[in-house]
């Protein structure tokens, strides 16, 4: 079985809500549930990563030690966790699985590192029948390893990681449509870096966040100006070195990390940039002991929520939010049957947070869990909105069924930040997202019982 001690959580798209209250479900449903069975994989799991299709499916992609493994894909269809096209459909053994959705043509897209090509980094995606290679196989220069994969605002698919052809610094790189270009200077951090996590601003910026090896281990943010690689504050702002760095924005498009705290026991801590500093988000090392395998996501109403390895609860998953003032549980700490390795948290499109993660209590299986869901659901139906003209310059009108007239509107960028904000009391609301760059959003219409969604594309 492969237990390695470093992990890359990957920040996928988080869809945006308005605050209002989505579960209207008893409070003795405020569970973590396993979503269809238990450790559903054939075999072992390693780097879980968890991702929602445009549809509401979770998918999750994973190393498959059934399949010599290589990489495989997984998706609940309701009932039950399904092969998307072929198990380890990789040609070589498959590390650090990235997962990702693409704004354009909503299809899966996974990058590696592809030990069937000397260590160095592949994207797939798959077409609707096949995986088939994105641009070349291997397109990094050498080795790479952490790829973290996400898509800009206009759909390009972007990898970053560890880049053993520039001294295992930090590389950027893009599909143009043809081949993969350096997205500014290869290698562009200071020194070694580890972790690399990777997300887009709703102003189309790349953001990437990693353990410094250039300033003593410390957590580095930068961020990609047009031009240069900029450090977003100061680099190696954190305390102490790090390790599992997770980067994400806040619906207010602030940068957040969380990170295991050398410098606090090895506990977890998240910082956030203000627009000038580095400020600690409640207590540092708030958790109750060590943690590993950390992964970040902010909730609907803005909430930052941490999923950890919690080495208070025999190594189980637990998921603590900071509530404002202070960091508390959500659910009971330490709920997975058994150990857990490979956290990825992401919030449904109706808003509730499900985790990922290889299963000791089940083999070593991967497990998919959420809170206060019930199995079997499918998160979201488009059936009842309608949008015109789409792709749009200017102006854009959202008409929707007569159910959905006591609802809320919003338009949210594929990061999942909320731009717009709109009551709706009539069939047909006008809008005007003339302001907003090019690019995919998304429109969620959002009442007591549903959540309806669908994209737009502003020209």
Request: net charge negative; hydrophobic share 35%; glycine share 10%.
């Amino acid at each position: 079985m492969k237990k390695l001690f470093y992990i890359l959580f990957f920040f996928l798209p988080v869809f945006g809500f308005t605050q209002m209250d989505l579960y209207k479900d008893s409070p003795l449903n405020y569970t973590w549930k396993y979503i269809g069975t238990a450790g559903f994989s054939a075999g072992d799991a390693v780097y879980t990563c968890l991702a929602f299709s445009p549809s509401g499916e979770p998918y999750v992609a994973y190393s498959d030690g059934a399949n010599s493994f290589k990489a495989t894909v997984m998706r609940f269809d309701g009932i039950s966790w399904v092969n998307v096209g072929n198990a380890g459909f990789s040609t070589g053994e498959a590390d650090w699985t990235s997962l990702a959705f693409s704004p354009i043509n909503d299809r899966p897209y996974v990058a590696y590192t592809d030990r069937g090509n000397s260590s160095k980094t592949t994207v797939m995606k798959f077409d609707g029948t096949n995986w088939v290679i994105v641009g070349n196989t291997g397109f990094s220069s050498e080795e790479a390893d952490y790829p973290s994969l996400a898509f800009s605002n206009s759909g390009e698919p972007y990898v970053a990681y560890q880049d053993f052809g520039n001294s295992e610094k930090t590389t950027v790189m893009k599909f143009n449509g043809t081949t993969w270009v350096n997205v500014g200077n290869a290698g562009f951090s200071a020194g070694y870096s580890s972790n690399t996590s990777l997300v887009f601003s709703s102003f189309g910026e790349p953001y990437v966040a990693y353990y410094d090896g250039g300033n003593s281990g410390k957590a580095t943010v930068m961020k990609f100006d047009g031009t240069n690689w900029v450090n977003v504050g100061s680099a190696g702002f954190t305390n102490s070195s790090v390790y599992y760095p997770s980067l994400a924005l806040s619906p207010s498009g602030e940068p957040y990390v969380a990170y295991q705290d050398f410098g606090n026991s090895y506990k977890a801590t998240v910082m956030k940039f203000d627009g000038t500093n580095w400020l600690i988000v409640g207590n540092a090392g708030f958790s109750p002991s060590m943690v590993a395998y950390i992964s970040l996501a902010f909730s609907p109403a803005g909430e930052p929520y941490v999923a950890y390895q919690d080495h208070a609860n025999s190594e189980k998953a637990s998921v603590i939010k900071f509530d404002g003032t202070n960091w508390v549980d959500v659910g009971i700490a330490g709920f997975s049957a058994g150990v857990a390795y490979y956290s990825s948290l992401v919030f449904s499109p109706n808003g509730k947070p499900y985790i990922a993660y290889q299963d000791d209590g089940y083999s070593s299986k991967a497990s998919v869990m959420a809170y206060g869901a019930p199995a079997g659901i499918k998160e979201q139906q488009q059936q009842q909105l309608t949008f015109y003209p789409n792709p749009t310059k200017s102006k854009i009108t959202i008409e929707t069924s007569g159910a959905l007239t006591a609802s809320y509107l919003v338009i949210v960028n594929i990061e999942g930040q909320q731009l717009i904000t709109r009551q709706i009391t009539e069939p047909k609301t006008l809008l005007d997202i003339s302001n907003l760059p090019s690019g995919v959003y998304f429109v969620q219409v959002i009442n007591e019982k549903t959540v309806e969604v669908g994209k737009i594309i502003k020209q």
